[in-house]
């Protein structure tokens, strides 16, 4: 049951809200269209029932709003826009990103495959799918939950009469099994045939809810279809006799449409009239019935990736387009996923994460030119002379704002933020706020590890290499690599997470990067010339008093590694670094729970 109270969107540079005051109600085990012209505000409304756009209403999904579920994808299956997910991925290894997140197991992406009829292109890329594969895929990843709703956006647009008939099939086999289908539709007639209740907007008012057949009996035409060989001859003579009617009695009039070939359409008559009209002019007759507006076609379309399932007639060549859809044409959801669930866990947006960042080559790519230019800068620079060891090893000219591995590291921390805001997969889970920042602890988490392994890996590399050419010509190891160590570490991680956070925080890869290069540029000189300047009082001692301090005396290499640490603050890149971090973290967090449902 899904009930939509007063939804009202935040209007826009003194322009009227796009929706305004809307209250509908989906009923389990129904179809309910919300149906409107374009731009009548349906895409908006579903977004303001998600939580996606800020408003005012509310939206009760079995009595509880977005932010009582805890986990929605196992609840709400929804379908927004046309992009699944990153084209270079396969569709299980988008489907099994997607189980991660949810916690339901990697075999749900098999079963989901199989119902839309894809599990012979499991491992096609998505970027070589059609609209209609599309289509299917983020159907498939509404249903990876076992959800006992589905919220679609348009799931027919653009598709062919075929795909869209078998879209409809599968959405009413899913409300027999008791589910609460909610989709939007801009056609009348798409509404007529697949819903069970109408639910009618104008420029974001509601204007009707009304059943299915109050809603075909006022908005749809009533015609009486005919299939004869004859068809032009019998046009012919019910137009003849309709106009010459019309003349007699100055009745409704009656309107005759050849539609090709042996078909006939006629609006304001009736079967018993079209009948004894043909009988009297010796016209043979296939088909005669009544119905309710444009049916569309009824041809079953068993699966995309060219299998045929039990149901399918091998010797139909052209079924018949007057016979009723058989039920076992239409592939049954998988249920029974519950007792299959385990305990919530944070391991879930872990895993999530690391298939994220993983699946597809983009994060491997920009690792390995990292690598190559560190390596290549770092030969360059013990030729041509002798730069401090720590610019060596780590590859960093002079004339860089930040080492290649740093760069790198802040690239992939804004990728992990940029590719889900350009590729929306969890679209109902954004409106939680724990499973938001769930998801920001473990992309911190896998960025951190990626920027260590990558800021390790490189020293190793550089030095390997340099010591191979040169031999022991090139000091790898002065005094103090410790803490030279340490602090090349915490620049790459610092540079991570800066793009994490800052794309996280502006929804965009491109201004995560322009954050982790505006720190070198423009924050460390102006903290350079402020800590240039003499202080009256100095941090010296420090660890000793804390030593002298706590009440559990630890070891006293623990001294070291805090005088290393307060060394490394002092530097500009350090401060820099550190404000920045705590400046997107906190603008971050105070983002998402301004953003949380009230």
């Given at each position: 049951?899904?009930?939509?109270?007063?939804?009202?969107?935040?209007?826009?540079?003194?322009?009227?809200?796009?929706?305004?005051?809307?209250?509908?109600?989906?009923?389990?085990?129904?179809?309910?269209?919300?149906?409107?012209?374009?731009?009548?505000?349906?895409?908006?409304?579903?977004?303001?029932?998600?939580r996606l756009d800020p408003g005012r209403g509310v939206a009760l999904f079995?009595?509880?709003?977005?932010?009582?579920?805890?986990?929605?994808?196992?609840?709400?299956?929804?379908?927004?826009?046309?992009?699944?997910?990153?084209?270079?991925?396969?569709?299980?290894?988008?489907?099994?990103?997607?189980?991660a997140a949810a916690g339901v197991p990697v075999e749900r992406a098999d079963?989901?495959?199989?119902?839309?009829?894809?599990?012979?292109?499991?491992?096609?890329?998505?970027?070589?799918?059609?609209?209609?594969?599309?289509?299917?895929?983020?159907?498939?990843?509404?249903?990876?939950?076992?959800?006992?709703?589905?919220?679609?956006?348009?799931?027919?647009?653009?598709?062919?009469?075929?795909?869209?008939?078998?879209?409809?099939?599968?959405?009413?086999?899913?409300?027999?099994?008791?589910?609460?289908?909610?989709?939007?539709?801009?056609?009348?007639?798409?509404?007529?045939?697949?819903?069970?209740?109408?639910?009618?907007?104008?420029?974001?008012?509601?204007?009707?809810?009304?059943?299915?057949?109050?809603?075909?009996?006022?908005?749809?035409?009533?015609?009486?279809?005919?299939?004869?060989?004859?068809?032009?001859?019998?046009?012919?003579?019910?137009?003849?006799?309709?106009?010459?009617?019309?003349?007699?009695?100055?009745?409704?009039?009656?309107?005759?449409?050849?539609?090709?070939?042996?078909?006939?359409?006629?609006?304001?008559?009736?079967?018993?009239?079209?009948?004894?009209?043909?009988?009297?002019?010796?016209?043979?007759?296939?088909?005669?019935?009544?119905?309710?507006?444009?049916?569309?076609?009824?041809?079953?379309?068993?699966?995309?990736?060219?299998?045929?399932?039990?149901?399918?007639?091998?010797?139909?060549?052209?079924?018949?387009?007057?016979?009723?859809?058989?039920?076992?044409?239409?592939?049954?959801?998988?249920?029974?996923?519950?007792?299959?669930?385990?305990?919530?866990?944070?391991?879930?947006?872990?895993?999530?994460?690391?298939?994220?960042?993983?699946?597809?080559?983009?994060?491997?790519?920009?690792?390995?030119?990292?690598?190559?230019?560190?390596?290549?800068?770092?030969?360059?620079?013990?030729?041509?002379?002798?730069?401090?060891?720590?610019?060596?090893?780590?590859?960093?000219?002079?004339?860089?704002?930040?080492?290649?591995?740093?760069?790198?590291?802040?690239?992939?921390?804004?990728?992990?933020f940029g590719q889900e805001f350009r590729y929306p997969a969890l679209a109902?889970?954004?409106?939680?706020?724990?499973?938001?920042?769930?998801?920001?602890?473990?992309?911190?988490?896998?960025?951190?590890?990626?920027?260590?392994?990558?800021?390790?890996?490189?020293?190793?590399?550089?030095?390997?290499?340099?010591?191979?050419?040169?031999?022991?010509?090139?000091?790898?190891?002065?005094?103090?690599?410790?803490?030279?160590?340490?602090?090349?570490?915490?620049?790459?991680?610092?540079?991570?997470?800066?793009?994490?956070?800052?794309?996280?925080?502006?929804?965009?890869?491109?201004?995560?990067?322009?954050?982790?290069?505006?720190?070198?540029?423009?924050?460390?000189?102006?903290?350079?010339?402020?800590?240039?300047?003499?202080?009256?009082?100095?941090?010296?001692?420090?660890?000793?008093?804390?030593?002298?301090?706590?009440?559990?005396?630890?070891?006293?290499?623990?001294?070291?590694?805090?005088?290393?640490?307060?060394?490394?603050?002092?530097?500009?890149?350090?401060?820099?670094?550190?404000?920045?971090?705590?400046?997107?973290?906190?603008?971050?967090?105070?983002?998402?729970?301004?953003?949380?449902?009230?």
């Amino acid at each position: 049951m899904i009930q939509a109270i007063g939804l009202t969107s935040v209007p826009r540079r003194q322009q009227p809200p796009v929706v305004d005051d809307l209250t509908f109600e989906a009923r389990p085990g129904r179809v309910t269209v919300l149906l409107g012209e374009p731009g009548a505000g349906k895409t908006t409304a579903l977004r303001l029932m998600l939580r996606l756009d800020p408003g005012r209403g509310v939206a009760l999904f079995r009595g509880r709003t977005l932010d009582r579920i805890p986990h929605p994808t196992r609840e709400i299956g929804v379908l927004l826009g046309d992009v699944p997910g990153h084209p270079s991925r396969t569709a299980r290894g988008h489907l099994r990103m997607l189980s991660a997140a949810a916690g339901v197991p990697v075999e749900r992406a098999d079963d989901v495959l199989e119902v839309v009829g894809l599990s012979g292109l499991a491992d096609q890329r998505l970027g070589d799918f059609s609209l209609g594969m599309d289509r299917r895929l983020g159907l498939a990843s509404a249903l990876l939950g076992d959800p006992h709703t589905l919220v679609l956006d348009d799931p027919a647009e653009g598709l062919s009469p075929r795909e869209t008939a078998w879209l409809h099939g599968l959405l009413r086999g899913y409300a027999a099994q008791g589910g609460a289908v909610l989709v939007t539709s801009r056609d009348a007639k798409e509404a007529g045939r697949i819903g069970d209740r109408v639910v009618t907007i104008d420029e974001g008012r509601l204007i009707a809810d009304q059943e299915a057949a109050a809603f075909a009996g006022c908005r749809l035409r009533p015609r009486v279809a005919v299939r004869s060989p004859l068809a032009n001859r019998l046009a012919h003579v019910l137009a003849a006799e309709a106009d010459k009617a019309g003349e007699v009695t100055g009745g409704p009039p009656v309107e005759v449409v050849h539609e090709g070939g042996s078909r006939i359409s006629v609006y304001g008559s009736s079967c018993a009239a079209v009948g004894e009209t043909a009988y009297r002019h010796g016209i043979l007759v296939h088909r005669l019935t009544e119905e309710t507006g444009d049916t569309g076609p009824v041809t079953p379309l068993e699966r995309a990736d060219g299998r045929r399932t039990d149901a399918a007639d091998p010797q139909a060549d052209e079924p018949d387009e007057s016979a009723p859809q058989p039920e076992s044409a239409v592939p049954a959801v998988p249920t029974g996923l519950s007792a299959r669930l385990t305990a919530p866990g944070p391991v879930w947006p872990l895993r999530y994460e690391l298939r994220r960042a993983t699946g597809v080559r983009t994060g491997w790519n920009v690792a390995a030119a990292a690598l190559a230019a560190s390596l290549v800068a770092s030969v360059l620079l013990a030729r041509t002379g002798a730069p401090p060891a720590l610019r060596l090893l780590t590859g960093w000219p002079v004339w860089l704002p930040l080492p290649p591995a740093a760069f790198a590291a802040g690239l992939l921390g804004a990728l992990a933020f940029g590719q889900e805001f350009r590729y929306p997969a969890l679209a109902p889970d954004q409106g939680t706020v724990p499973r938001r920042l769930g998801l920001l602890g473990a992309k911190l988490a896998v960025s951190a590890a990626a920027a260590l392994l990558l800021a390790l890996v490189s020293l190793a590399l550089d030095g390997a290499v340099l010591r191979l050419l040169f031999g022991r010509s090139v000091v790898l190891f002065p005094d103090g690599w410790v803490t030279a160590l340490a602090g090349w570490t915490g620049l790459t991680l610092g540079c991570a997470w800066a793009g994490l956070l800052a794309a996280g925080l502006f929804r965009s890869t491109a201004l995560g990067l322009v954050a982790v290069l505006a720190v070198p540029t423009l924050v460390v000189p102006v903290l350079g010339g402020l800590l240039s300047r003499p202080a009256a009082r100095s941090l010296i001692g420090l660890p000793e008093r804390l030593r002298s301090a706590a009440v559990v005396q630890w070891p006293s290499s623990l001294d070291q590694g805090i005088s290393a640490a307060l060394r490394l603050m002092s530097q500009p890149i350090g401060w820099a670094l550190a404000l920045a971090l705590a400046g997107l973290l906190g603008a971050y967090v105070l983002t998402v729970f301004r953003g949380r449902p009230r």
